[in-house]
């Protein structure tokens, strides 16, 4: 990628799509400010061949928490399904110079060995509460390799991490976990409420990484990495989700109890990306969690139009 060069983010509003912008931007890489509806086959199809991107970051689709997961299960798929299924054949037949596709690390076994690395893929059952969404970014996965393999097309698959930061959404109920506690635990300040209940035991461990340094080894990895093997982006940090609870609270300013309700489900005990691929990259994550949380806290109060006193 150089300057001229004409690069396609899908999903540049929200979170991921619009940190991958907002990097790609500091180098002047032009970034188009248009993007087709990818449900719709013929609407992907004109878009590339009046637009002719060079580069393409596929970072859209739908997406949630555990109860997204269970309650929307055929959704999810079938929206990941289709941005797959209409965007990976029109970049191969517009020839685009390269193409990443972002999965999630659902894709790997439940009980997988932690830290979880490329090769585990596909060795052992997905978790069975996001499975549905979890076997749509396999997919996905997969058909990076198929083109590949059948048209030697210069696509790559990515697995990142939990991502949060600007740009989030912040919905109690349906948002990854980040979000959702900082906007809980904002609505319960405000409220007076004193405690918040938190899905599950708290004691699931999980890694985090700051949108803005994943944004960073994507377009690191979309410069330096090219293979048939997908590749982990991590921040190799985790922590509990009652140590990142407990985190939320600090920076939200939330004085109430956080109660676990050990009757919902924890999802996987442990997920933790095997960072070694990326780092032989020379690319580490230098972000500061906490710093981190609070700029995403200073955005969540900004967007809603409210003070975080
Ligand atoms: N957030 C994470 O921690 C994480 C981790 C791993 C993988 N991922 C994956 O990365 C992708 C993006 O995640 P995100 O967190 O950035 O999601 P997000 O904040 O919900 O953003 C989704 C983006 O996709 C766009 N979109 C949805 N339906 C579309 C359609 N039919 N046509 C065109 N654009 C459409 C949305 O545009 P509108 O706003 O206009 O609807 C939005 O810009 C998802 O596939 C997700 O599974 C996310």
């Known amino acids: 990628m150089k300057p001229g060069s004409r690069i396609y983010v899908t999903g540049r509003t929200k979170l991921i799509g619009s940190a991958l912008a907002r990097r790609l931007e500091s180098e002047d890489l032009d970034v188009l400010s248009r993007e087709p509806d990818y449900t719709n086959a013929a609407e992907v199809h004109d878009y590339f061949q009046n637009e002719s991107p060079d580069y393409v970051f596929v970072a859209a689709g739908k997406s949630g928490g555990i109860r ?168 190799g940090e985790s922590h509990t989700i009652a140590e990142l609870a407990e985190s939320i609270r600090d920076v939200v300013g939330f004085e109430g109890e956080l109660r676990f309700d050990t009757t919902k489900p924890d999802g996987m005990p442990e997920k933790v990306l095997d960072v070694t691929k990326l780092s032989a990259l020379d690319w580490t994550c230098a972000a500061d969690f906490k710093s981190a949380l609070e700029e995403t806290y200073t955005w969540y109060c900004h967007s809603a139009g409210v003070s975080a006193v």
């Open 68 to 235: 997204a997961n269970q309650e929307r299960p055929a959704e999810l798929m079938r929206d990941n399904l289709q941005a797959i299924q209409h965007i990976l054949p029109a970049a191969h037949r517009h020839g685009v110079k390269k193409l990443v596709y972002l999965a999630s690390s659902c894709v790997y076994p439940r009980l997988c060995t932690q830290p979880m690395k490329e090769s585990d893929l596909w060795s052992g059952p997905l978790e069975p509460t996001n499975e549905s969404y979890a076997t749509a970014k396999l997919t996905g996965l997969q058909m990076c390799r198929a083109y590949r393999q059948q048209h030697d097309a210069p696509f790559v698959g990515i697995i990142p991490t939990n991502l949060f930061g600007p740009g989030d959404t912040f919905d109690a109920d349906n948002s990854h976990v980040v979000s959702a506690l900082i906007r809980r635990m904002d609505d319960a300040k405000r409220d007076g409420a004193d405690h918040i209940d938190i899905w599950g035991t708290g004691t699931p461990r999980r890694e985090f990484m700051s949108v803005n340094s994943f944004a960073d080894a994507c377009v690191h990895v979309m410069r330096h990495y090219d293979s048939d093997e997908p590749i982990n982006i991590g921040s």
